[in-house]
């Protein structure tokens, strides 16, 4: 399984940004698929998760209302929406999918929200 991040960048507070993963290995439809983060000094922290389908999502509190994922299934990515940023959003942002009982992971794309 290859997990791909891309989309990163410096933003001001109150930009935008939107992260695509792309997926390869594994038949791309059979999975939920998560964004992760993690900022300096900070534990990895579960961003959003989106089911197999698309038709479920759930959102850390933190971001709940500013960001929105969703995937498609036709094109093996997925995406991350991200609005109204701000500067504690700052972090590492990893794809991650788990295939039986193994966890894998993108090398992630940088935010850092900053004026």
């Known amino acids: 399984v290859q997990l791909v991040e891309s989309g990163g960048g410096l933003v001001q507070p109150g930009g935008s940004l939107r992260l695509s993963c792309a997926f390869s290995g594994l038949t791309f439809s059979r999975y939920i698929m998560r964004w992760y983060r993690q900022a300096p000094g900070k534990e990895r922290e579960l961003v959003a998760a989106?089911?197999?389908?698309?038709?479920?999502?759930d959102y850390a509190d933190s971001v709940k209302g500013r960001f929105t994922i969703s995937r498609d299934n036709a094109k093996n990515t997925v995406y991350l929406q991200m609005n109204s940023l701000k500067p504690e959003d700052t972090a590492r942002y990893y794809c991650n999918t788990v295939w039986i009982t193994v966890n894998y992971w993108g090398k992630g794309t940088l935010v850092t929200v900053s004026s």
């Open positions: 989106i089911g197999s389908a698309g038709d479920s999502t």
